[in-house]
């Protein structure tokens, strides 16, 4: 079962569903989450984030630059499919010493087109998506970068203990769930 969700409102009423404060030491206790968003330091970034029990979903040393690893998460649930890739540059919520390994849900925010098998090393972004051309940036937090959809890809939280990677949450609302809560 997952552990409850931190949601904070936004003030504004003009942010979107990810709309949730969070500052990178604010997101999860304990070891290395979110620890460098570049161009971003003190600065408040929307996010929506529940927190799940850690789950090991690969190792640092086995990753290769480009070459993303298909896992699970939170469930097994059929819209849970994500990516745990390693950058060539780092990005925001990257882990490891460079801040280059992330890891995103891999369907799209449209209508849940399956990008899993899309990513384009060359400008590190996930997409076109196969139903409608949407193309979200790995470095950014899976920020829309064209096309249909308007919400960011759901991010995974990551950690990093010694060389083991473990999942531990989601930043953003996956497709086709009301809370993230349920598959
Ligand atoms: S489902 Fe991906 S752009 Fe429409």
């Known amino acids: 079962m997952p552990s409850k969700q931190d949601k904070t409102p936004s003030k504004s009423g ?25 161009g971003m330091e003190g600065e408040a970034l929307a996010a929506e984030i529940a927190r799940y029990p ?27 499919q994500s990516l745990l890739v390693k950058l060539s540059a780092e990005a925001g919520g990257g882990i490891s010493p460079k801040h280059n390994v992330v890891a995103f849900n891999s369907l799209c925010t449209h209508m849940g087109g399956l990008m899993g098998a899309t990513y384009k090393p060359a400008d590190q972004v996930l997409g076109p998506c196969p139903l409608h051309q949407s193309t979200f940036d790995l470095t950014r937090h899976g920020m829309v970068v064209s096309g249909h959809a308007t919400e960011s890809l759901p991010q995974v939280l990551l950690e990093l203990d010694g060389d083991k990677i473990y999942a531990v949450g989601m930043l953003g609302l996956i497709y086709g769930r009301h809370d993230n809560l349920k598959s």
């Open 54 to 80: 850690r789950m090991l979903i690969g190792k640092l040393s086995q990753l290769k630059v480009d070459k993303p690893v298909a896992f699970n998460y939170p469930d097994k649930g059929a819209n849970s």
């Open 14 to 38: 003009c942010m979107s569903r990810r709309a949730f404060l969070f500052r990178s030491s604010a997101v999860v206790g304990g070891t290395v989450v979110l620890t460098h968003i570049p």
